[in-house]
């Protein structure tokens, strides 16, 4: 039974595009429905151009009522009928509420080699801490941000010269590898490390 995949984007989509790129031929998931906050993210551009359902549920109207915002998107998500979410520079914190029913069904990519570095502006936080290695990973969510059992990394290189942006390029790379890795991984139904 092919798993039905619900793509949450905040702007360009560049990792979602690289799951829905990947999820082809022997993949056991689909991409069903690309959501977003922000009606004017490039993800939902693209994910309408393919011809891929997409939902938006704007943030701001909800003025920080974080659960009336997540009640919203659960109604939105309702007839899709997912198996499975993937975070994909998706910029709103979910709270534990929302997250519960979808525990062990939900990933997000983070940009760094977790447990270090939770949390925004990992790159300049890697520069300033002077680490030779960074990277990303991809793990399932749990309700404390950025902290759920890993499914899989990816490691780079850090150069004497490089900036957040060279280096947040650098990871980016292999963002596009690491995700598609594990999510075919993931809904074939092996929870096997993906190391890259
Ligand atoms: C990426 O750095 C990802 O690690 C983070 O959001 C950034 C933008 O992702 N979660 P995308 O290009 O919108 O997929």
New binding site residues.
């Given amino acids: 039974m092919t798993k039905r995949v619900g793509i949450f ?8 595009r690289a799951l829905v790129e990947d999820m082809t031929g022997d993949h056991a998931a689909r991409a069903t429905v690309v959501l977003s906050n922000n009606a004017d993210a490039g ?1 939902i551009a693209w994910a309408r151009d393919q011809g891929i359902a997409t939902e938006v549920v704007d943030h701001r109207p909800f003025k920080g009522d974080r659960p009336a915002f997540e009640a919203a998107i659960d109604a939105a998500l309702a007839p899709y009928n997912l198996d499975i979410i993937c975070l ?2 998706f910029m709103r914190v979910l709270t534990a509420g929302f997250v519960a029913p979808w525990q062990g069904r939900m990933l ?4 760094s080699l977790l447990p270090k570095y939770k949390g925004l502006h990992t790159h300049a936080r890697v520069l300033e801490a002077g680490d030779s290695v960074h990277g ?1 990973s991809v793990h399932l969510v749990t309700a404390a941000l950025d902290d759920g059992p890993i499914l899989g990394q990816a490691t780079v290189p850090v150069l004497d010269d490089d900036t957040p942006d060279t280096l ?1 390029a650098r ?2 790379v292999q ?1 596009h590898r690491l995700y598609p890795a594990v999510l075919r991984r993931f809904a074939a139904g092996d929870s096997r490390m993906v190391t890259l």
């Fill in positions: 984007v905040s702007g360009g989509g560049s990792n979602m993800g994909a520079g997000n990519i983070h940009p990303c947040a990871v980016l963002e």
